[in-house]
């Protein structure tokens, strides 16, 4: 929950919490946060009093800031309201700091069942104003997933997410200033960057002699499969095993069966 402090520094001002409509295109919240910048005097400011999902991550917070301070480092400067280096437009309120990495500490509680790449995905927009507006390259993204202990992963700062964002928080702006209705834009969906690396194994005389056998005998391996699945399904249901041209076919403790070659090992069978 904000103070009056807060809400006074925040006031006029671009903010992390409310920049991601920007980059998911949702027009209609791009469209009242406009009314509210320009200070519509219709628009009402939505009550968030009555949200659980809200409530349940402001009194979390200081739990969760408090357990990344005992595990990790230090945090600082909670609950300050950080203006932009360069705009005086743009403002972020932090969880917290963390001088050691150095940037900022977001905190949140999500549900349990969600995937987190979509969490990550949904706070990317807000992670990235925060590390903007503190010129960090690195943000802590301390998310507690149901009633499971926090989960943090240090976000490095992406150029080309960050770059874009800022370009439509500027085009933001000038309708703010111009008191003209945004554009619509479109939506700008964000992928982690993978630290997996593309080889080319030419010239690696175990790759070739590998990748020959491979491409030789896939198809064999295609009818081996094939063959293996057959045996399995035309076995009788109540045989324990079953034999015939090479192959037996024996049932386990727990009924599953295995296929496997055999030469003229004993076994009590019943013909069918």
Not at 49 to 57: A, M
Not at 91 to 112: I, R, W, Y
Request: aromatic share 10%; net charge negative; hydrophobic share 35%.
């Amino acid at each position: 929950m904000l103070t009056e402090e807060q809400r006074r520094l925040r006031e006029g001002k671009l903010t992390a919490s409310r920049i991601s409509c920007l980059m998911t295109g949702d027009r209609e919240k791009i469209y009242a946060l406009w009314r509210e910048m320009v200070g519509d005097p219709t628009y009402e400011e939505p009550n968030l009093d009555e949200v659980w999902q809200v409530q349940l991550g402001i009194c979390t917070e200081h739990l969760n800031i408090d357990w990344y301070q005992r595990l990790h480092n230090p945090v600082s400067r909670r609950g300050e309201v950080v203006d932009h280096p360069i705009y005086p437009w743009a403002a972020a309120t932090l969880d917290g700091f963390d001088v050691s990495l150095p940037g900022p500490v977001e905190a949140k509680h999500v549900s349990g069942f969600e995937k987190y790449e979509a969490v990550l995905a949904r706070y990317m927009p807000q992670i990235h104003w925060e590390m903007e507006c503190t010129g960090t390259k690195k943000c802590a993204f301390s998310v507690i997933q149901g009633a499971r202990q926090p989960f943090v992963e240090i976000v490095e700062y992406d150029k080309d997410y960050g770059d874009e964002l800022m370009a439509r928080a500027k085009e933001f702006m000038l309708h703010v200033i111009a008191m003209t209705p945004p554009v619509e834009l479109d939506p700008v969906n964000y992928q982690k960057p993978s630290a997996l690396v593309d080889y080319d194994m030419s010239g690696n005389n175990y790759w070739a002699a590998y990748a020959k056998d491979f491409l030789e005998h896939q198809n064999a391996a295609k009818l081996f499969k094939n063959a293996e699945a057959q045996l399995k399904e035309i076995t009788p249901n109540d045989a324990r095993s079953a034999t015939g041209y090479g192959i037996l076919v024996r049932r386990d403790r727990a009924l599953r069966l295995s296929v496997r070659p055999v030469s003229d090992e004993p076994v009590s069978k019943r013909k069918n």
